[in-house]
Nanobody
Framework: QVQLVESGGESVQAGGSLRLSCAASGRSFSSNVMGWFRQAPGKEREFVAAVSWNRITTYYKDSVKGRFTISRDSAKDTVYLQMTSLKPEDTAVYYC????????????????WGQGTQVTVSS
């Protein structure tokens, strides 16, 4: 069974930091783009960040540039999202997803999804 399992979501104060992890099992995604998306209550799922299979290329939503860093450890088949200077507007359920060979920012370009992890940032 193919699974992506996120962890690391918590409730934090504004200005704080979190690191989210997403571990793959059931197959390797070492050749796939990996991405993070988020969905706040009442809003559509939105792109946050993505990393190419070889870690050379990363792409971020404008509002998280300079605050979030996506990385991956192919040996562990795990992708990370380091989040710093968190703001209340970062509050959402965060999902990791496995895509194809090219970085895309639309959810329907990603085939596999995790169940999500809740991040809550209080002011």
């Amino acid at each position: 069974q193919v699974q992506l399992v996120e962890s690391g979501g918590e409730s934090v104060q504004a200005g704080g930091s979190l690191r989210l992890s997403c571990a793959a099992s059931g197959r390797s995604f070492s050749s796939n783009v990996m991405g993070w998306f988020r969905q706040a209550p009442g809003k559509e799922r939105e792109f946050v960040a993505a990393v190419s299979w070889n870690r050379i290329t990363t792409y971020y939503k404008d509002s998280v540039k300079g605050r979030f860093t996506i990385s991956r450890d192919s040996a562990k088949d795990t992708v990370y999202l380091q989040m710093t200077s968190l703001k209340p507007e970062d509050t959402a359920v965060y999902y990791c997803a496995a895509g194809g060979s090219v970085i895309r920012a639309t959810p329907n370009e990603y085939e596999y999804w995790g169940q999500g992890t809740q991040v809550t940032v209080s002011s």
